[in-house]
């Protein structure tokens, strides 16, 4: 039997819970051995080799890789569960050759491995434990099995440190001190990682294992001990120590306890926040196109905390040394890791990926290797085994070929609001190409990037085409950015979105919302810290605090942890009972009531850390922290020591939390605690925890008071008594140490899309412990503000979701932490909610720089320049990064970096050039969001000293506020400035498409500044520049040219304005509606950046920046700009000269002397009465404002003679005299005085002013008593109405029934029909159809009783003249358009008027040549016709008339076009029209002589005659009643000379009563005439009767026939009827025209008397008669005025 050694009994009751049962069985075998084992101890530098007897002897005898504790000094090989510790130096080698060896103290391998198989009994149920513990045990296995690559790979991961200590010996009077020694135990392989774990516990605590491994080989001061069996006779020869053997027992104590408090030390300053970061690649290793045969080496480097283990893999599979012996070499030399591959060949075409992994994440980087054959040739077999290289952006499937997947999501999910309680689902349709068998895609969901996990909250499905996922009851945690990524081997698409959740209704109304993310910190055994966040709505009243619940897992009674409401968001909740599990919720309470419950927390277990973390991370496997041991046998009822390391490690006003560490010495027992507490400055100490000891190693302390000091210790106690007290804590004052976060700055919103808005703010300062922001949004002018998010975002930035489009917001923002929420901040800016140009695109790399230059040669280096990208990515430069190549007879070499930091400039020298040699360059531009594509090479460049005398070229020419007429230029000088300095500047330009010889000079003379301000350019058109350097030498070398630049103002482009606060205060003030989240205001002096800040105090709040000045003067002169960064040239400028200076001093200088400043002086005015009033007004007064009235310099007052009055609304000032006397006469003044400001008015009234004055005042008074009867408000005047009429009118007011209105004319009164009602206080006369005779002097009287009053408008000469000139123009504005008329004569021309005047001058023009009248051509009028007359027209007549009418000032014209189609259809018409006439001329008919009826006696004779014409001569014929009728005995009819017809019975009888009809007829018509014979029975009467004499005249009936006819004229003055004709054929008439010629009357007595005078009188009517026709419409006679 063995025991253990002696540093290992001394300890053995650290604690132990530490201990996992497999281990302490162990342990107590080792308790049960004897006490005469005697430990070997090895000193100096050991390297432990694969040669070694020792080694391969263990290994024999099952001192297996799993179990061996073999302790060696140097560099060990570590495997799967090996706890080799080395002290000293570490050697790396292969060889025991290599390597200098201390003896090793060890009495025979037999024993040793003997020895070893005792040590490690059990070892191998551990090792199974082991296995399962760890992640990723098969990836070391497989790759890390080779003790030499173990050993490479350690060198790195152990030697952190750059100096080593030197082994120090105890000295020998120190031999006999007992001195504890504590063996940390790691149960981890050589790399101390045991895989990527998922809590935080598990991360801290292979972090802490880590380093103090780390730390515990690094200083050197571990120990290297081989285990040895003994035989029952060599322990007891060994029982007795040695002086050596106790030497070195003294100096492992000494070594180990000071590692330990090393190890406590660190641990104290653990920060896994600042010490943990995920692994990331400083250099990313790199493709190679090789030969077959050849070796290739691929280099990578990579940093984290932990140091990451990386992994080589040959498309997606781990590459396995032990598989192919001497094919790989993979090597980790101080962060430097590489993989070498010999003798390739095509089997080794592939894409290669190192993977860099640590607790904190794992990144890969890729490289392709193309192995070549010399023939150029590729095995096509090689094709189908997917080996071939492959391009960029190839995923490899795991069956072994390659495919570029096309992964694109249809049916995405929207930005998604919901409520607390209700269940959301996000889903997304995936559509994948190609799509390939059995290779399914991997579905992965984050929130926030953090991986989502199925859980009772979270649900998710893959249909195999539509990924969703179901939020089951959604919380406020679970707001927040979600991610769907599919991945397809190495390759993925991500589509992310945002989800909403808002609080559920409160049960309460003004009830605060929920509480969010319960989380638990720090359980212990009885004890647990619980924290959450506040939530972002509080019901409309302050919160007041929370309650904290807790419920037993498995029960459903929640009990309330504390009485009154905490304000801190952390609660230590006390009292909890070891071994069982909790869960927790928060509600918070205001003074309308208690809120929802939140979200309950994960649950948690009363348990020690210790035994926590070894149930977290597998119930069987070994702890891996330290397991600390004692020499002795374990004591029973051993008193406690006092704790260590007691510290105060949260204080708020409602508690404080302690910690401390149990006490060393603690017997076999556990124990417990007593707290106490004492007021700092005394010594009266209370226990706290008076009734139930502590468990757990923290304690929170309430009931203190607040705003005092206190100190606290703890005791620790068991069974065997209570301990002694630790160290008092320094005072602590009970206050809260987390101070509530100030407001955050600079609130400023920008455009997204048509519902968002881009909120970006600055972090408040000296903020600490922050949990997020809370957003709030809210329509300008609403006052309701409502939250855009329920959970604290992180960052300063956030896009606020759910807007309506076209609204306008404001918004506000406040900081969270645990002490609670910040003030808001300032209200934003309002901004309009609608979508950006390119709202809502990510930040991108930016575009490559371009026109890359050489600004500078010499031997060995170069000053190269470019031009900024076109495209910035949505985000300012960061900076640039320029690689070089030579080029070599023309064939380029490889790229070489010329810098490793960025440069912020657009100009840089690469030194370490070959003189001599060409260059290519190229340069790549940064961002945030990361290198953009590098530039194309540029042109080959020779690396060679300049020697030219003239300067370089000027760089970095820009163009900066572009206007429609001008812009201004900026460049920056030469590099090289030749022989001599620089004298000036020539700047260039011309049109961009301009030709090479158009380039043009703007300037003269050389200009000195880096500056120019290029007017004239026209708006709209592209130009150009470039800047020449001059010096004494000549001018040097154009610049490149600037990109084309357009003229032209862009909407929205503001100005610098200049302005003058109250104070005097003058500023620049620059606004701009147009910046991104990044963008700033930058000011500049002549274009220099403003670095000194002693002139000009600079202030930028949102969009709007200003630049004061402190004290403006001489030194402030020059051109002040501002440009603001990250827009589309947003910049603007203002020239502060004297002039402008002096003006702005004189306007401080009365903003600071205030003046009231006035709106008008002191001015006076006669009122209606004749009162008199002087008033001055100003522009603003206050309430208090008072003026002063002084009369030649002597104040008056308000009184009966003056009524002053001070309005300080409106500003105005008066002062009111009744009458202005001759006493008055003088000067007035008016003082005001407004606060500190004052100011005064004068009027001057002497002289011939006051006289005027008065005489006004005396005028306007009798005025206003003559207004006091009826009287004329306007006086008597004209107009001329739209019927061209003339209307006198006046305006009359203080009108009654009673009073009468008279009309005169020259002196004669005018007879109206009516008598006037004064309708709107108007009175009128018309006089229609306005002449000469009506021009005389008109007058109007009103009277009554109360008087009367009168009003004269003289209408002669120029005064009729001018009302005669708007007659004339009305009358020649009332012209129809001309129109055109066929008659039988010719073509007439015709257009009416309202009515004629002889004043209207009337002109006819043809084809703009005056047409002369003739008989042939006349002109005339007609009623309200004016026409003209072309008769027998002829093709000369065709043309374009117009007709002019003068009205004395003004001509009018109406035109026509008389030619083509017109001419030719009116030609027609007129020919037809003259046939008619023709015919109607020629016809037959009956002239006359027949009457209507005839009666006579019986017997008597009947004799009537009648004359007929018609040319041929006509055919006469006779009818009774309707029957052909001939001659016979009793009728005799006769037709004598072609026109003399008769009709004789010579005796009647009553058989010839009836009707007879005489019909006459030629080729040109017929006409037929009746006569109706009445026979009466007389008898003995036989006379005759003439028809002529006797007849009885009736009303006649028409005549039929077939011609139009007209009987009332004689032959020889007939005219044919054509009017009518012509009139009849228009297809359109104007229902409004009056017919040309005047129509017969329809009576039948008026046709009879036109049978009678034969029509002339209707001849006479139709002929047109240009002078006889102006017939004049008589006026009412004029009776003489009394």
Known sequence: MMSLPFYQRHHEHYDRAYRHKALQSTVSQYQKETKSKSAVYAQGSTAYSRGSAAYRHASAADFSLDSSAAYSHGSSAYDLESAAYSYGSTAYDHSAAQSKRSAAYSLDSESLSKSSAAYSHGSESINKLAAAYRLGSESYSLGLKDSNLMIEDQSYKMSPKAKRAKQNLISEDKENEAIDYSVPIFTGREVSISGITDTEEERIKESAAYVAKRNLFAAGEGVSVSKVAKSTSEEEHHEKKSRKVAIRESAERVALKKTLEETQAFHKKLNQDKLLHAPEFIIEPRSHTIWEKQNVKFHCSVAGWPAPRVTWYKNNVPIDVQTHPGKYIIESRYGLHSLEISTCDFDDTAQYRASAMNVKGEISAYASLVVKRYKGEIDASLLHAGTVSMPLGLGVTPHGYASRFEISFVDKFDVAFGREGETMSLGCTVVISPDIKRFKPDIEWYRNGVLITPSKWVQMHWSGERASLTLTHANKEDEGLYTLRVVMGDYYEEYSSYVFVRDADAEIPGAPGAPLDVQCLDANKDYVIVSWKQPAVDGGNPILGYFIDRCEVGTTHWTQCNETPVKFARFPVTGLIEGRSYIFRVRAVNKAGISLPSRVSDPVAALDPADRARLRSHPSAPWTGQIIVTEEEPAEGVVPGPPTDLQVIEATKNYVVLSWKPPGQRGHEGIMYFVEKCVAGTEDWQRVNTEIPVKSPRFAVFDLAEGKSYCFRVRCCNSAGIGEPSEATEATVVDDKLDIPKAPGRIMPTRNTDTSVVVTWTEPPDAKELVGYYIESSVVGSGHWEPCNNNPVKGTRFICHGLVNGEKYIFRVRAVNAAGLSEFSQDSEPIEVQAAIGGGLLHAAPSPPYDITVLESVRDSMVLGWKQPKVTGGTEITGYYVNYREVVAGVPGKWMEANIKAISERAYRIQNLKENMVYQFQVAAANLAGVGTPSLPSQPFKCEEWTIAVPGPPHDVTCTEVRKDSLVLLWKEPVYTGRSPIAGYYVDMKETEAKEEHWRSVNEKPLQNKFLKIGGLKEGVSYVFRVRATNQAGVGKPSDVTDPVIAETRPGTKE?????????????????????????????????????????????????????????????????SCVVTDTDGVSSSHTIDEEEMKRLLALSHERKFPTVPLASELAVEILEKGEVRFWLQAEKLSGNAKANFVFNDKEIFNGEKYKMKVDQKTGLVEMIMDKLEDKDEGTYTFQLQ?????????????????????????????????????????????????????????????????????????????????????????????????????????????????????SELKLKDTAFADLMNEVCRRIALSATDLKIQSTAEGIRLYSYVTYYVEDLRVGWVHNDTQIRFTDRVKTGVTGEQIWLQINEPTPQDKGKYTMELFDGKTGHKKTVDLSGQAFDEAFAEFQRLKQAAIAEKNRARVLGGLPDVVTIQEGKALNLSCTVWGDPTPEVSWLKNEKSFVSDANCILKFESGKNVSFTISTVSTLDSGKYSIVVKNKYGTETSDVTVIVIS??????????????????????????????????????????????????TPDPNEIPPVETEKDTKSNQRAAKKTYGKAAVADMVPQPTESLDRQGKKPLEKKP
């Open 1056 to 1120: 610098v304005v200049v302005d003058v606060d109250d104070n005097g205060v003058i500023s620049l003030n620059f606004e701009c509606d147009q910046m991104s989240p990044n963008s700033k205001f930058v000011w500049s002096k002549n274009y220099e950046p403003i670095e000194d800040d002693s002139r000009l105090n600079i202030d930028t709040k949102g969009g709007k920046s200003k630049a004061a000045f402190k004290d403006l003067g001489e030194d402030d002169l020059g051109i002040y």
């Open 1234 to 1350: 407004d606060g500190k400001a004052t100011n005064q008015s004068s009027l001057v009234l002497i002289g011939d002013v006051f006289k005027k004055l008065q005489d006004e005042a005396d005028f306007q008074r009798k005025e206003w008593h003559r207004k006091q009867g009826p009287h004329f408000v306007d006086k008597l005047g004209w107009e001329v109405t739209d019927d061209c009429n003339v209307m006198l009118k006046c305006k009359v007011a203080n009108i009654k029934k009673e009073t009468h209105i008279v009309w005169y004319k020259d002196d004669r009164e005018i007879m109206v029909d009516e008598e006037h009602d004064f309708k709107d206080g108007v009175c009128t006369l018309l006089i229609s159809e306005f002449s000469k005779k009506d021009a005389g002097t008109y007058e109007v009287i009103l009277k009554d009783d109360r008087g009367k009053d009168s």
């Open 1578 to 1627: 007389v008898s003995g009467q036989t006379d005759t009767v003439q028809g002529h004499d006797q007849n009885n005249i009736t009303v006649s009936k028409k005549k039929k026939t077939t011609a139009s006819k007209r009987k009332e004229g004689e032959k020889k003055d007939f005219i044919k009827p054509h009017v009518e004709e012509i009139i009849a054929t228009e297809e």
